[in-house]
């Protein structure tokens, strides 16, 4: 399934977990399995809306395939810091040193 962690998916978690623009820089302190839930949910959601694609799957569908998958929550924590500007501000931390270009 596609995901995709933009503005809208952002949106759409504000709007139903009542987190607001200021709280989500400390989203990851004391996260809980709902909050986490509903993030993933919100980043598939709106990945299927970019794709295009129906989407007729439910927080609990979701809760009930990573019971099978109990990786996949670290795998979309992942992609939610890599298409949130986590990687980039890692490789900002700890830059990448390359040699030194021949004449």
């Known amino acids: 399934m596609p995901v995709k962690y933009g503005f809208n998916a952002l949106r759409h978690f504000s709007?139903?977990?009542?987190?607001?623009?200021n709280d989500m820089?400390?989203?990851?302190?004391?996260?809980?399995f709902d909050t986490a839930l509903t993030l993933i949910f919100c980043g598939l959601l709106?990945?299927?809306?970019?794709?295009?694609?129906?989407f007729k799957y439910t927080i609990d569908d979701l809760?009930?395939?990573?019971?099978n998958d109990m990786g996949a929550i670290d795998r979309c924590m992942g992609l939610f810091a890599d298409q949130m500007g986590g990687k980039e501000a890692l490789e900002k931390k700890n830059p990448v040193k390359k040699a030194p270009k021949k004449k």
């Open 15 to 21: 709007r139903m977990t009542g987190t607001s623009i």
């Open 63 to 67: 809760a009930d395939d990573l019971d």
């Open 25 to 32: 820089e400390n989203l990851g302190n004391k996260m809980t």
């Open 46 to 54: 709106d990945g299927a809306r970019a794709a295009k694609e129906d």
